[in-house]
């Protein structure tokens, strides 16, 4: 594969490629006089002064993603975003204007034709054309500029596809507008295609380790299982299908039971598997004995509630399959952790001005980067400064308005539980702050 300089290295190797052919065949004896290859931008070719010398000028007008490549390769990180899985490659397509310049009488179409004879002989980059052109001798690469000395280390001589040099068709809509957006004059022009310069990292990925064996080997015949065939609708493997939690509630709390209900999830040695992506936890716990099959419980204690901080968490269990020596993970949910006031309701007495001063405590613990509010009836305050972690805020409310106000305390975004719904119809949970 190549490196980011590959873009400058086949424009580098078009223009040694363009300028070997016009000595080749003796263009500046035909038109009598000096002949240059240049790859800047159309509008800085002809100099201030008006002056047009007789010159190829390449360049590079737009770079496109290849189609053919673009899906080629595993995703790039895993789904938490921290682990480097491969080096996917970034595919492109480079397009060319090449154009003739010069101020004398069909100067301009003897270059042109001369340089798109050049390019229909050589529709391919050969690797020892690019190995030329990028990397001359010592003698001479010691006096290029370090930018074209740098090429040399693109790797585009290495990379496993071949770069193809196609003409392409631009209508007269399509030159007018380049041309315009150049601030430039018309000259003769021809477009052409350089396909398919693949960049790629070099940073170290995670390789998997090989298979030894597909299912168990037969002591016997020393052959493996291999795949075998269950008539069954169901995936013979720990699955999980839904988690549901105590009381009816959308958000999981500390100390309550949660249900995961799904099949294949009896066995020995049942784990509960919590992920959190944002603080980077990994956690285990050891399921309940109750359940069976179909059903895996667990709480999280609230003696540990300093390891698990509100948020989204990703749940699945790891068990022991009968028959079976080595454990199997199932698949994962998502499940969300919700702060929980403790000690409400609490009567709060405003002072001789009407501010409103008291604390509350909560759980799980507060870590820092969190951000906390809480909601009285529909308004939102802030608490007091402070150092995380915290289990305690303190709110300081100037005209607090009077009334037995519902308190919910939000931490990013995800509110503390204030609705019984276990209750028919649905009624709302004593969690208040009674403001006199």
Same mark, same amino acid.
């Given at each position: 594969?190549?490196?980011?300089?590959?873009?400058?290295?086949?424009?580098?190797?078009?223009?040694?490629?363009?300028?070997?052919g016009l000595i080749n065949h003796n #263009?500046?004896?035909?038109?009598?006089?000096?002949?240059?290859?240049?790859?800047?931008?159309?509008?800085?070719?002809?100099?201030?002064?008006? !002056?047009?010398?007789?010159?190829?000028?390449?360049?590079? *007008?737009?770079?496109?993603? !290849?189609?053919?490549?673009?899906?080629?390769?595993?995703?790039?990180?895993?789904?938490?975003?921290?682990?480097?899985?491969?080096?996917?490659?970034?595919?492109?397509?480079?397009?060319?204007?090449?154009?003739?310049?010069?101020s004398g009488d069909l100067h301009g179409?003897?270059?042109?034709?001369?340089?798109?004879?050049?390019?229909?002989?050589?529709? #391919?980059?050969?690797?020892?054309?690019?190995?030329? &052109?990028?990397?001359?001798?010592?003698?001479?690469?010691?006096?290029?500029?370090?930018?074209?000395?740098?090429?040399?280390?693109?790797?585009?001589? !290495?990379?496993?596809?071949?770069?193809?040099?196609?003409?392409?068709?631009?209508?007269?809509?399509?030159?007018?507008?380049?041309?315009?957006?150049?601030?430039? *004059?018309?000259?003769?022009?021809? &477009?052409?295609?350089?396909?398919?310069?693949?960049?790629?990292?070099?940073? $170290?990925?995670?390789?998997?380790?090989?298979?030894?064996?597909?299912?168990?080997?037969?002591?016997? %015949?020393?052959?493996?299982?291999?795949?075998?065939?269950?008539?069954?609708?169901?995936? $013979?493997?720990?699955?999980?299908?839904?988690?549901?939690?105590?009381?009816?509630?959308?958000?999981?709390?500390?100390?309550?039971?949660?249900?995961?209900?799904? *099949?294949?999830?009896?066995?020995?040695?049942?784990?509960?598997?919590?992920?959190?992506?944002?603080?980077?936890?990994?956690?285990?716990?050891?399921?309940? =004995?109750?359940?069976?099959?179909?059903?895996?419980?667990?709480?999280?204690?609230?003696?540990q509630a300093a390891n698990f901080p509100?948020?989204?968490? *990703?749940?699945?269990?790891?068990?022991?399959?009968?028959?079976?020596?080595?454990?199997?993970?199932?698949?994962?949910?998502?499940?969300?952790?919700?702060?929980?006031? %403790?000690?409400?309701?609490?009567?709060?007495?405003?002072? =001789?001005?009407?501010?409103?001063?008291?604390?509350?405590?909560?759980?799980?613990?507060?870590?820092?980067?969190?951000?906390?509010?809480?909601?009285?009836?529909?308004?939102?305050?802030?608490?007091?400064?402070?150092?995380?972690? #915290?289990?305690?805020?303190?709110?300081?409310?100037?005209? &607090?308005?009077?009334?037995?106000?519902?308190?919910?305390?939000?931490?990013?975004?995800?509110?503390?539980?204030?609705?019984?719904?276990?209750?028919?119809?649905?009624?709302?949970?004593?969690?208040? #702050?009674?403001?006199?």
């Amino acid at each position: 594969m190549s490196s980011a300089l590959a873009i400058a290295g086949v424009t580098a190797v078009l223009r040694d490629l363009l300028n070997d052919g016009l000595i080749n065949h003796n #263009v500046a004896g035909v038109v009598g006089t000096s002949v240059r290859v240049s790859v800047g931008p159309p509008d800085q070719v002809v100099p201030g002064n008006g !002056n047009e010398a007789s010159q190829l000028n390449l360049f590079l *007008h737009q770079v496109t993603p !290849n189609l053919g490549w673009r899906n080629e390769g595993l995703p790039s990180r895993d789904p938490s975003g921290r682990q480097r899985m491969s080096n996917p490659p970034l595919a492109l397509d480079l397009h060319y204007l090449l154009s003739a310049y010069s101020s004398g009488d069909l100067h301009g179409e003897i270059l042109l034709g001369y340089a798109m004879q050049l390019l229909h002989e050589n529709p #391919v980059l050969t690797r020892q054309a690019i190995l030329t &052109a990028l990397s001359p001798s010592p003698a001479v690469g010691n006096t290029l500029p370090p930018a074209l000395r740098a090429l040399s280390d693109s790797g585009l001589e !290495n990379q496993i596809e071949q770069i193809k040099i196609t003409p392409e068709y631009l209508n007269i809509e399509e030159m007018s507008k380049i041309w315009t957006a150049t601030q430039s *004059h018309l000259r003769p022009t021809a &477009a052409y295609m350089a396909s398919v310069v693949l960049i790629e990292s070099t940073r $170290p990925v995670r390789s998997p380790l090989p298979v030894l064996s597909r299912g168990p080997v037969d002591p016997v %015949t020393h052959r493996d299982r291999g795949v075998q065939v269950i008539p069954d609708l169901l995936p $013979p493997l720990p699955t999980i299908e839904e988690v549901t939690l105590a009381e009816g509630q959308p958000v999981a709390r500390l100390g309550q039971t949660v249900n995961l209900s799904g *099949h294949h999830l009896d066995g020995t040695g049942r784990t509960i598997l919590l992920v959190n992506d944002r603080f980077e936890i990994n956690l285990s716990i050891a399921a309940l =004995g109750t359940g069976g099959a179909a059903l895996m419980q667990f709480i999280i204690p609230v003696a540990q509630a300093a390891n698990f901080p509100v948020g989204v968490w *990703h749940v699945g269990v790891s068990v022991l399959r009968p028959g079976e020596a080595t454990p199997r993970e199932s698949n994962r949910l998502a499940m969300t952790i919700a702060p929980e006031i %403790t000690g409400l309701p609490i009567l709060v007495a405003r002072d =001789g001005v009407g501010t409103a001063s008291f604390s509350i405590n909560f759980r799980p613990v507060l870590r820092p980067g969190q951000q906390v509010a809480l909601v009285l009836g529909q308004q939102e305050y802030s608490p007091q400064s402070f150092a995380a972690p #915290v289990s305690t805020l303190s709110f300081v409310i100037p005209n &607090a308005p009077v009334g037995n106000h519902l308190a919910r305390l939000r931490v990013d975004g995800i509110d503390s539980p204030i609705i019984d719904r276990s209750a028919t119809p649905p009624v709302f949970l004593n969690q208040r #702050v009674n403001i006199t």
